[in-house]
């Protein structure tokens, strides 16, 4: 309960692991990163590796502020708490796999 507490208090540190983790990948990042696909596995929209890096910590800020101004007049309680950990977990799982896709397609060709 301490853990979910603290991590739902402040849950800017999801946006700052992230961007961690982007800058020490992004030597190995392609020029452009891929960030959205076709069914056919075929890349449909990609950015620069420089936006991939600032983009999702950024909006998990963005969702902070968000967060923290839509609780305010009501409280903070266990479920926003939990919903907002488990929103910037979701960024930070796709942060993750996009990583992976695009390392996995360097180290290929």
Do not use: C
């Amino acid at each position: 309960m301490r853990a979910i507490s603290f991590l739902g208090k402040n849950n800017w540190l999801f946006a700052v692991f992230t961007f961690i983790i982007n800058i020490i990948f992004y030597k190995a990042l392609p020029y452009t990163v891929a960030i959205q696909w076709h069914f056919d596995g075929s890349i449909s929209n990609t950015v620069s590796k420089t936006t991939f890096v600032f983009i999702l910590p950024l909006i998990q800020l963005l969702f902070y502020g968000y967060a923290r101004l839509r609780t305010k007049s009501i409280g903070e309680t266990l479920y926003t708490y939990l919903y907002t950990i488990f929103v910037n977990l979701l960024i930070l799982s796709v942060d993750v796999i996009i990583l992976i896709i695009n390392l996995k397609s360097v180290l290929k060709g």
